[in-house]
């Protein structure tokens, strides 16, 4: 197929379509304002925070190794190199997608399009030339960008969105974050390892609206140790910013009615990003929510013109995207592809991790399904407590009817891996059964999954806990 | 704090497009109270309330598609049968007939009489239904026995792994219509094949398509249309549901079945005179004695005296079905296509109450108000055209029934009574029938005894 495709936007959205478009055997122009592709994911989002948390992790192992009878002493911690060590690591990973883009032959530019037709762009490049693209088709990966609000929005340095706190400007005695979501926790875990006061600030009754509470509860005894504060049901009512601090005024049961903070990180969503110039000269369409509106294949009200990732709708999740990136290549193809996968796998990379796919309980108790749960708790797994790490939890959410595995839920230490099994089995339509019958390494976390399938059935190896006669 | 849940639509019906929110937030609702008009691809229906109390939120909106069991309205203070976690099988019936007799509604089926301008027909049109169990049209419902399939449940997507359901997207397969015959009902590369097999193999024999398959849909579909706007100016508009239905339907049922149209002309002096005579005392009861209604008496007569025409042909399962009740479905003609209502145990029913239940289901049928329950479950269908106009034609029969009657315009024409001419007025009728299973003779037999039954009332009480 010869057809010549743009995409425009290079996250792992926009780079995984236009590298398997070109193996595909399509002419591609991939268009990004970064010198190499990788967007928000690689240079300021997962990719950073994860070499981050990767330290926050070995800091806190190496102050609870005091209780195996190791002591190493106070860390000392030098920031710029820790600064740098981050930026190595996306260094490297965006110079191999460069590398990669390149033995793909994919035409990537640098530089801001804009639409001029559904079959033209304009590419303004770096050193201020314009360059014009025909294509045949359009992806538009244009990715979402941290969610404002006016009352929040200061002018300072010390007011920070997720990529402020990513450059890691110093290590601030304390520091609000404004968003009990999975980014306000992941970097906040990581200045609380490094040494600064934490406090969170949560609307909603508790951290990490919309994954189950169950497997929150984990999370949540953690920071109520590492963090300073944590103030759920509390809102942000004012903030001022002087050259030392900022003072920050809440409302809510057991917040104070001001205080002052070295730092304030405001991580309370992201936002689509559809402001592209010229979209209005195709009939994409946007909805009210700001997402490009798009059938199943990620095709937009123009024919020709495709969106995926971010701002094609939630969940904004990296490898969302890249599984939407490959569906709208395929459609291009002419192939009959369809984005609907039976599970979404989210993660949440605190120390415990969090992992969800599938159903969740509180969506099955709102749509009404009856569902059955079996728990398996780790302080049951015989690795857990051999790495000292007990505060975890592995769920099935199961059809009782089929014995089919709808949902799965993870807590604790390397969830976020574990959660691909659990993917698998719910898109291979697997039963409980199943997973019980499969063998799992011993001793592994893992193995926890397939007990939990034991849990089911009464007949869990490490838990007693025989099954409710079933009516 | 309660919920309204959207309870089972009928038989087959998977879910609905809403066309109106009957309520509003703030309203105190009562159980029965419809709620929600709905448009699912066999009728539009209404949706009473299962629960009462104070809408504090709606969740739906007009366009949006819904489903058994999903939760639109939040009440508050509520009590009733579908509490918040209840999806108790509530019926989706539009409200029940009223006791109230419907007030004497303008011109119910026209007879087709003497040479009186045509009325306003209400009940007549093309033969033909919108209601058909959708379950028993999909080919693999009734193929010979493959291991009792697990009915895949209530859950989000069906139990298929993602490269079956990928075979199947690239086959045309509708992979939430195949039976899984995996544990937990999961769907295997075989059984999309075998699917898709029986879906071709009941194409080849008679035409059981159905809309299984978006290839068994493009087959109604034929060529190509040529491009139209070079011959001069077009508009396009999509399918109604219900014209979508009716479609389909029809499509199905011509291919499935080898039709016959049998004619016949039935003398109806007699019965005019009669008719006329009783209608005073028909309408009294809120009804109108129309020759519809005397008709459907007649055919539920025949029906217990030819077995054959209250059947339908299970050609996959090898085997006829004799139904033992009578119920006669009645075309309708509505601003929004033909609906067929079917009259209840019409064998047990005299002319006064099918006269009232005939006026009251056609008007349900003009308010979109019927339910699937009213329009399933025919024995034979009637096709009133006289109203309009007509010498003769040929109905399609109601699948999967086996025929149906065909009335065009009666009038005065010269009969030879073995001395001389004398005027009589005849009545046309059109039998269509499915040659499968009933033969040429029976069916003029048939078709004999109605008209015979239709000329000498007697002949009723004697034989019926």
């Known amino acids: 197929m010869s057809a010549h495709v743009a995409v425009i936007g290079a996250g792992p959205g926009g780079y995984a379509a236009a590298f398997y478009a070109a193996d595909l055997g399509m002419k591609v122009t991939l268009i990004d304002n970064e010198k190499n592709p990788g967007g928000v994911c690689l240079y300021r989002g997962c990719i950073p925070s994860k070499a981050l948390l990767h330290v926050a992790k070995l800091l806190d192992e190496s102050k609870h190794a005091k209780e195996w009878g190791i002591e190493f002493g106070a860390a000392k911690i030098d920031i710029d190199k820790l600064r740098d060590y981050k930026n190595r690591v996306v260094e490297k990973l965006t110079s191999g997608t460069g590398q990669v883009s390149k033995f793909r032959k994919v035409n990537y530019i640098q530089g801001w399009a804009s639409i001029i037709d559904p079959t033209t762009i304009k590419v303004k490049k770096g050193d201020a030339t314009d360059e014009i693209v025909n294509v045949d088709y359009m992806i538009l990966a244009l990715g979402s960008l941290p969610t404002k609000i006016p009352s929040l929005s200061i002018n300072s340095p010390r007011v920070l969105d997720s990529t402020g706190a990513l450059d890691l400007p110093e290590i601030p005695k304390s520091m609000l974050v404004i968003g009990g979501g999975y980014i306000g926790l992941e970097l906040g ?16 009754p508790g951290l990490l609206p919309g994954a189950d509470r169950d497997l929150v509860k984990f999370l949540a005894q953690r920071v109520e140790k590492t963090f300073e504060k944590v103030m759920v049901s509390t809102k942000v009512t004012a903030m001022k910013a002087d050259e030392r601090s900022v003072t920050v005024n809440f409302e809510g049961e057991g917040a104070p009615k001001e205080a002052a903070y070295d730092y304030v990180l405001v991580s309370i969503g992201r936002r689509p990003n559809a402001k592209i110039d010229g979209l209005d000269r195709t009939k994409v369409k946007v909805t009210d929510k700001g997402f490009i509106e798009t059938d199943g294949q990620r095709r937009t009200a123009e024919p020709t013109i495709f969106a995926i990732g971010d701002v094609a709708g939630e969940p904004m999740l990296a490898h969302k995207a890249s599984h939407e990136a490959r569906v709208a290549v395929e459609a291009i193809e002419g192939q ?3 984005f609907e996968p039976a599970a979404i796998p989210a993660v949440v990379f605190t120390d415990p991790e969090i992992a969800w796919a599938g159903i969740t309980e509180a969506e099955a108790e709102k749509q009404g399904l009856k569902v059955e749960v079996a728990k398996f708790p780790w302080p049951a797994s015989g690795r857990a407590i051999a790495i000292d790490r007990v505060d975890g939890m592995t769920k099935l959410i199961i059809d009782p009817e089929t014995e089919r595995i709808l949902g799965v839920g993870l807590a604790g230490s390397g969830a976020g891996e574990l959660i691909a099994e659990g993917v698998v089995a719910i898109e291979m339509g697997m039963t409980a059964s199943d997973l019980k019958l499969s063998i799992h390494p011993h001793p592994t976390l893992s193995e926890t999954l397939m007990e939990a399938a034991e849990v089911f059935f009464g007949q869990a190896t490490h838990v007693y806990k025989p099954r409710k006669k079933s009516s | 704090m309660s919920e309204f849940i959207i309870p089972n639509l009928g038989d087959g019906v998977a879910q609905g497009d809403v066309l109106k929110v009957l309520v509003k937030a703030g309203d105190a609702i009562k159980i029965d109270q419809p709620v929600l008009e709905l448009e699912t691809d066999k009728a539009t229906i209404e949706v009473p309330s299962d629960v009462e109390g104070k809408v504090t939120e709606i969740k739906v909106k007009p366009g949006d598609k819904v489903k058994p069991g999903q939760a639109v309205l939040t009440l508050e203070g509520a009590s009733g049968a579908n509490g918040a976690s209840g999806a108790s099988g509530a019926k989706a019936e539009a409200p029940k007939q009223d006791a109230a007799p419907a007030p004497p509604a303008p011109e119910a089926p026209k007879a087709p009489q003497a040479p009186e301008a045509p009325q306003a027909p209400q009940v007549t049109e093309r033969p033909k239904a919108s209601v058909t169990n959708i379950s028993s049209a999909r080919p693999q419902a009734a193929a010979p026995a493959p291991p009792p399939p697990v ?19 690239e086959i045309g397969v509708d992979v939430s219509q195949v039976p899984g015959t995996g544990p937990g009902g999961r769907i295997t590369q075989d059984d999309i094949k075998e699917f898709a097999k029986r879906v071709m193999n009941s194409l080849g024999s008679n035409g059981q398509a159905a809309a299984a398959t978006g290839a068994g849909r493009a087959v109604g579909v034929g060529p190509a249309l040529p491009d139209f706007a070079k011959w001069g100016e077009i508009e ?9 239905k009716t479609a389909e339907h029809l499509s199905h049922a011509w291919n499935a079945i080898p039709h016959v149209t049998q004619f016949d002309k039935a003398d109806i002096t007699a019965l005019e005179q009669v008719r006329k005579k009783y209608r005073p005392e028909v309408e009294k009861a809120g009804g109108n004695l129309t020759v519809t209604a005397i008709a459907a008496k007649v055919v539920a007569s025949a029906l217990k005296v030819f077995p054959q025409f209250n059947a339908s042909v299970d050609q996959a399962g090898d085997s006829i079905v004799y139904k033992k009740y009578v119920n006669v479905g009645i075309a309708v003609d509505t601003e929004n296509g033909l609906l067929v209502p079917v009259l209840r145990n019409v064998d047990q029913k005299n002319l006064i109450q099918l006269s009232v239940e005939i006026q009251q289901l056609a008007e349900k049928a003009k308010a979109r108000k019927l339910s699937i329950d009213e329009m399933s479950g025919g024995s034979m269908s009637i096709s009133n055209l006289g109203g309009i106009g007509g010498t003769a034609f040929t109905p399609i029969v109601n699948w999967p029934e086996v025929a149906i009657l065909g009335i065009s315009r009666g009038g005065f024409e010269p009969v030879w009574n073995g001395k001389e001419f004398e005027p009589r007025q005849m009545l046309p009728l059109s039998l269509s029938y499915d040659h499968r299973l009933i033969d040429g003779a029976d069916a003029i037999r048939f078709l004999r005894w109605v008209a015979e039954a239709l000329e000498n009332p007697f002949a009723l009480t004697l034989r019926g």
């Not at chain 2, 989000?156 to 359901?165: F, G, H, M, Y």
């Not at chain 2, 396009?236 to 979508?244: E, L, S």
């Open chain 1, 189 to 204: 875990s990581v200045y609380a390892a490094l040494g600064t006061k934490v406090s969170v600030v949560e609307m909603t």
């Open chain 1, 336 to 338: 009959k592809a369809v």
């Open chain 2, 151 to 169: 009915a895949p449940s209530h859950v989000t997507s069906a139990p298929a792994a993602p490269s079956v359901r990928r075979l199947a997207r």
């Open chain 2, 236 to 244: 396009r508009k999509p399918m109604t549901g219900i014209r979508r």
